[in-house]
């Protein structure tokens, strides 16, 4: 209902804190698009970290014992050929959604790979829809999307042992809303074509499906009657159960004898040494493991331990041992085993925890993958021990923030870890490991905020309201939390103050010193967190019926990720002081223009209850200011962003050329080009020219990932991602400068930010477990509205500051010089032209026959200083400053470098 009401409100504009949803933009905002082929030379790299995110998907191939595939819930499929000593992404380029929910390997072929999307334990954060079902039959080198697109959330597939063509589907569907694309689905033809052979209702999916292996005819399918809402889980209802086939799924029959009346979740497994041997983890009353000695029949709880069903709606998976009868896993919080008929159990030590697939090798049982909140890891001695999770760029981040140091440093929280600190560059090394990123105050959820120019002080959040201050000097924490309390399993109506889960912590861009902490007031200190003060008064919508257990019917959730009606976003202006902005996640806007004395309430008019993503206050303009709204939660996968040049008194919905389901996630105006936005959505980022009236994409060779959080370094683009840690798009000035007039010269060369002379790096080298960090030298830009002939020359040259030519690159570069040098080769195409230029003079020709140990001569470092680059095409040419910096973390005099120059002139002469 609330989605036709958007749409019947579409193309309508309300006058006061009115709202387009979608109009039709004036003649003079539909400017075309900038040519995406001329922002081409920008690339997105990944600095990690290297540490395992939250994965979900787990499957070995038998006739490789050392292949293994797992899924990642934002990362897509990830395949390793060495036992988990090294990962490799095999689903970028194919995939069109990152959140993987099931695999499976056809056991009679192991080229043939199936996929289901839409991860299955369905978090109140951080969670992602699917796409359907995608299929390989070259060991992941290719897929082809089979479709099962509404499905949303597959959690298990099924292959027939003998026929690689025949494969069942669990569809376990949407959890925000009911739907028909739910249950198993059965494929004859290796997935051409689907048939819904079994479902329950609308609101209940097929959470796991197990077959015989023996008689694959048979098979055991379990539902899940549940429904997620953003102030409650909903797990359990009368849909709950489990069923059974005994003719490849053409007819069914429900199993009760011995099982619980009201269920919650299920996992099922048959014992592929004895059929008639079965397992069910059920959520219940009496909720825990069941066993069947009869292939179903009749069921007896042997397990009641709280242990292995605590937090059902997150886990509650169960697998038979494949060669002996009596040994049987549970995953939940931890992995656990039982050797005697599940009577008893025992803790496994694990990488990580919060376990969540297991498979199992039909022929060598010590063989296995477990996937958790931290990757996957493999094991050969049945798990005692594992492969490392730290070689996996798998992280979900929720947000970002970067200080000014050099090399700036990029803060995050990663979900089920730590919060993070990790270099942007290493200027000495090969790249990003281990040595250049540790741990941070707050938790998985935390926001981190700081002084950007002297972050000694880091403030990371928490859920539950918790807040902490590092001192990156000593490693020293402590907790500065407004009124520290533990809030475990309270209901949010009983509590001071509600806190979100990823609870927004900012620091004044006009006073580094003054704190915000956004609960369901906005809270201000001033003292690093000693005392606070409520600057507000609550700005949500504060409904009491919404503020009760965190789930239901069954197992209740008390952990923080459904406290509701809380602030979600705080943004305060950079151009005017006392100008704070504010979202909630129940859909209000508020602005204060007085730091917090008085506050109006500006949302926009007919937006129905939503979750207020991310607000941006425009650098360049107080009154404007721009908000990314998400409905997700709702069911509706749609993008809004809005945009306000009037404090919020009228809104635009500008969402123009973003893609149906890139439901809108994050949104930043460039500080240096007023229009120039940035918009991370869940299935990549964009950018606007035109200050959001047409959008484009700019994903480069960013993977289809969430995009949480972006914010601008400098020149630089950082990028927080939901499964594949934090990327960065270096020196975004050619986004800046690219404008109609700019293309519609013959030519011109565009300005780039300063070029750092450093004393090594610049090296991405295939390194597993290492971030890239950016090569070395200075880029070169130029744009040629047509490719030259064959006839014409051109060059391009670095001048000094005396005029003098330093160094050349010509498109025929023909002999030597007087001096010995030899111009560099330069080829000219239409667009954007791209040349690096390593900072040095033009190196000697080297000695013929003489093979010399890291590539050559080389030219001599040019000293730190302005420079020209100029580019000739025939008779026209172009000029840019390039200007060269010393390493800031370096004190040495200008007449040092002086010195060190001539000293390389002599030898070099």
């Known amino acids: 209902m609330i989605r036709s009401s958007l749409r019947a409100l579409a193309a309508t504009l309300v006058v006061g804190a009115g709202l387009s949803l979608g109009m039709a933009l004036p003649a003079a905002a539909q400017a075309l698009p900038i040519d995406p082929s001329l922002y081409k030379p920008l690339a997105w790299r990944n600095i990690g970290p290297f540490r395992g995110g939250r994965a979900v998907a787990a499957a070995g191939v038998v006739q490789q014992p050392r292949t293994f595939y797992f899924g990642s819930t934002g990362g897509g499929v990830w395949k390793t050929e060495d036992a988990g000593e090294s990962w490799t992404n095999v689903s970028d380029g194919f995939f069109k959604t990152g959140s993987v929910g099931a695999i499976e390997v056809a056991p009679s072929d192991p080229n043939v790979v199936y996929v289901g999307m839409g991860e299955h334990p369905v978090r109140g954060v951080m969670t992602s829809h699917g796409d359907g079902v995608y299929r390989s039959t070259d060991a992941g080198k290719t897929w082809t999307h089979l479709g099962l697109e509404k499905t949303r959330a597959i959690s298990r597939i099924r292959v027939h042992p003998n026929d690689p063509d025949l494969v069942y589907v669990a569809a376990q569907g949407s959890p925000y809303g009911a739907s028909k694309e739910r249950g198993i689905y059965r494929s004859k033809d290796g997935g051409k074509t689907w048939t819904l052979i079994h479902s329950v209702n609308e609101s209940t999916g097929a959470s796991d499906l197990a077959i015989d292996p023996g008689n694959p005819r048979v098979l055991y399918a379990a539902y899940w009657d549940h429904l997620r809402t953003p102030w409650q889980v909903r797990s359990g209802g009368p849909g709950s159960g489990i069923y059974k086939s005994t003719d490849g799924g053409d007819t069914w029959t429900k199993l009760e004898a011995g099982l619980p009346k009201l269920m919650g979740k299920v996992g099922v497994s048959v014992s592929p040494v004895d059929p008639n041997l079965v397992w069910a983890i059920i959520e219940a009353e009496k909720g825990g493991l069941y066993r069947s000695e009869d292939a179903g029949k009749t069921w007896s709880l042997v397990n009641g331990d709280r242990l292995i069903q605590t937090r059902s709606w997150y886990y509650m998976e169960v697998y038979a041992d494949t060669r002996d009868r009596e040994t049987v896993y549970v995953l939940n919080a931890p992995m656990l085993r039982s050797i005697d008929g599940g009577r008893t159990f025992k803790t496994l030590n694990i990488a990580h925890g919060d376990t969540h697939d297991l498979w199992i090798s039909p022929v060598n049982h010590d063989a296995m993958i477990l996937t958790d909140d931290g990757g996957a890891a493999v094991s050969f001695n049945a798990g005692r021990t594992w492969s490392t999770q730290q070689n996996q760029p798998t992280a979900q981040f929720y947000r970002v923030n970067t200080d000014h140091r050099f090399p700036y440093r990029v803060y995050g929280g990663q979900q089920d870890n730590s919060s993070v600190i990790i270099m942007s560059s290493n200027p000495a090394g090969y790249g990003i490991g281990e040595k250049e990123w540790f741990d941070g105050p707050g938790c998985e959820s935390a926001y981190l905020a700081f002084d950007p120019d002297h972050p000694r002080y880091v403030y ?339 001048l000094d500051q005396t005029g003098a030519v330093i160094r050349t690159w010509k498109t025929k570069p023909g002999k030597p010089d007087a001096s010995g040098t030899k111009a560099d080769s330069l080829a000219l195409q239409q667009g954007m032209n791209r040349v690096r230029w390593n900072l040095r003079y033009a190196g000697p020709e080297g000695i013929p026959g003489v093979v010399s140990f890291g590539g050559g001569p080389g030219g001599r470092m040019v000293v730190p200083g302005e420079y020209q680059a100029r580019l000739t095409v025939g008779s026209e040419t172009a000029t840019v400053p390039v200007k060269v910096v010393s390493d800031p973390r370096l004190r040495h005099p200008a007449e040092e470098y002086a010195a060190q120059a001539e000293v390389t002139r002599a030898l070099q002469a």
């Open 460 to 798: 990371g959040g928490c859920y539950q309201g918790i807040i902490s201050e590092m001192d990156t000097e000593t490693g020293y924490t402590r907790d500065i939390a407004a009124y520290p309390a533990t809030n475990l399993a309270i209901d949010p109506k009983d509590q001071k103050y509600r806190f979100n889960w990823n609870a927004p912590i900012i620091t004044s861009p006009h006073d580094p010193k003054v704190i915000y902490h956004g609960g369901n007031v906005l809270l201000r200190s001033s003292d690093r967190g000693n005392t606070w003060t409520e600057i507000s008064p609550d700005l949500t919508r504060n409904d009491k019926s919404r503020q009760g257990p965190g789930g239901a019917p069954i197992t209740n959730e008390g952990a923080g990720g459904e406290v509701y009606g809380t602030i979600f976003t705080v943004a305060e202006s950079p151009k005017q002081a006392g100008v704070i902005w504010t979202g909630s996640d129940d859909g209000l806007v508020h602005v204060t223009q007085d730091g917090g004395k008085t506050w109006q309430n500006v949302t926009p008019r007919d937006l129905p209850e939503s979750q207020i993503n991310a607000v941006e206050a425009s650098p360049h303009d107080a009154a404007t200011a721009y908000i990314a709204v998400t409905r997700y939660k709702f069911n509706d996968y749609t993008p809004y962003f809005f945009r306000t040049r009037d404090f919020g008194k009228s809104w635009q919905r500008i969402v123009n050329g973003i893609g149906d389901e890139s439901w809108a996630r994050v949104i930043r105006e460039d500080p240096v080009r007023k229009g120039l936005l940035y918009a991370g959505t869940e299935l990549g980022a964009y950018v606007s020219f035109d200050g959001g009236d047409r959008w484009q994409p700019l994903q480069q060779n960013l993977p289809v990932v969430p995009v949480t959080d972006l914010k601008i370094q400098g020149n630089d683009l950082v990028a927080a991602t939901s499964g594949r840690a934090f990327w960065i798009m270096d020196d975004v000035s050619l986004l800046r400068q690219l404008t109609p007039e700019l293309t519609a010269k013959t030519m011109a060369m565009v300005e780039t930010g300063p070029a750092y002379r450093l004393p090594g790096g610049g090296f991405s080298l295939p390194i597993p477990r290492i971030g890239q960090t950016p090569p070395s030298g200075a880029q070169l830009l130029f744009y040629l509205k047509s490719a030259p002939d064959s006839a014409t020359v051109g060059t391009l040259e670095i």
